[in-house]
């Protein structure tokens, strides 16, 4: 006897897969009020996504759709031997993504920061029968888009503006005093050491994306 409210309440696990299904997890406690949803249009998610000759990954104008999230709310079930990690130079995030078939996975920052920034190829809307923007809400603004390399959609969210800015960090303080930037995926919990050893690119090798 669940209206529609109830039942959206009570279904905030979302599957995650990459692409060949080698590589499986779940994210928990996903809403739109829940994380924080953008389109990024940087240079070096571009770059990361050439690097994997996965082009299908962005929109037309060179787009990633990103979900905010802890890292705590995300599982690996299965596959975790294919994760890999890159960073496009010494100081770059960390960007996760799969040996088997080259899904971007999540950008994140050093182990313990509350935040990770999951990428829309992982997540398995096919298996959830929803759909992303359902899960998600819409992104809630653009940013970087002087480096978008094509005409922006109509549709496209607007410029970050002063309250996401407010509210991410609200998010974050409540993410962490909540200890959810523990038990992360991408780090040994014990050592903080990252679960696969990052690549760095030469200047010459990311030059060349
Ligand atoms: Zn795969
Ligand atoms: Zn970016």
């Not at 960007?95 to 080259?102: D, F, K, L, N, P």
């Not at 971007?104 to 999951?118: K, L, R, V």
């Not at 997540?123 to 978008?148: F, K, N, Q, T, Y």
Request: aromatic share 8%; proline share 10%; glycine share 8%.
């Amino acid at each position: 006897m669940f209206g529609a409210i109830d039942v959206a309440r009570v279904r905030l696990d979302l599957p995650l897969r990459c692409q060949c299904g080698h590589l499986r997890g779940i994210a928990t406690d996903v809403s739109p009020s829940n994380g924080l949803r953008f389109v990024c249009y940087c240079k070096d998610c571009q770059a990361f996504v050439h690097f994997l000759e996965r082009p299908d990954v962005l929109d037309p104008a060179g787009g990633t759709d990103i979900f905010q999230l802890p890292p705590g709310r995300v599982k690996v079930t299965a596959g975790a031997d294919v994760l890999r990690c890159l960073r496009l130079s010494d100081s770059g995030v960390l960007r996760w993504y799969t040996e088997c078939c080259r899904t971007p996975i999540a950008n994140t920052a050093g182990p313990g920061f509350p935040i990770i920034g999951m990428i829309h190829s992982f997540m398995d809307h096919d298996a959830d029968c929803r759909s992303r923007a359902e899960v998600l809400g819409p992104p809630l603004c653009r940013i970087h888009e002087r480096s978008a390399v094509g005409r922006l959609p109509p549709d496209a969210p607007p410029p970050p503006s002063l309250r996401i800015f407010v509210r991410r960090a609200s998010k974050m303080l409540g993410w962490w005093l909540h200890g959810l930037g523990r038990q992360s995926p991408f780090f040994d919990d014990r050592t903080n050491a990252p679960r696969s050893v990052p690549r760095v690119l030469t200047p010459s090798e990311r030059a060349a994306l």
